[in-house]
């Protein structure tokens, strides 16, 4: 099993700055993707972005130029640099792993239990 714990969500004014984490612990050999998605009230669940165990990224067409994925293997832990928000950035921010490279929904195994982003105009 894997774990994974976010962090550094919080309230931020439009065109400030966040970063998240999120620390993976536990059977991380299997994970080879991981990323982050977030969901707002009344709106799908959708990718901001995921990065490989090689350093692949990819990412949202909104979220490029603003946000950035990284990711430190040897502490298992990825980061989403957030700039330039907006008030529509605000939502809950998942972390998520897959065993597989790819980084879709039906690929993700593991979850995190969100952490919340409210930009303020």
């Known amino acids: 099993q894997v774990q994974l714990v976010e962090s550094g969500g919080g309230l931020v004014q439009a065109g400030g700055s966040l970063r998240l984490s999120c620390a993976a612990s536990?059977?991380?050999?299997?994970?080879?993707?991981m990323g982050w998605y977030r969901q707002a009230p009344g709106k799908q669940r959708e990718l901001v972005a995921a990065?490989?165990?090689?350093?692949?990224?990819n990412y949202a067409d909104s979220m490029k130029g603003r946000f950035t994925i990284s990711r430190d293997n040897a502490k298992n832990t990825v980061y989403l640099q957030m700039n330039s928000l907006k008030p529509e950035d605000t939502a809950v921010y998942y972390c998520?792993?897959?065993?597989?490279?790819?980084?879709?929904?039906?690929?993700?195994?593991?979850w995190g239990q969100g952490t919340q982003v409210t930009v303020s105009s």
């Open positions: 998520a792993a897959s065993r597989a490279l790819i980084m879709i929904i039906t690929t993700i195994g593991y």
């Open positions: 536990g059977s991380i050999f299997s994970i080879n993707a």
């Open positions: 990065i490989t165990r090689g350093g692949t990224t």
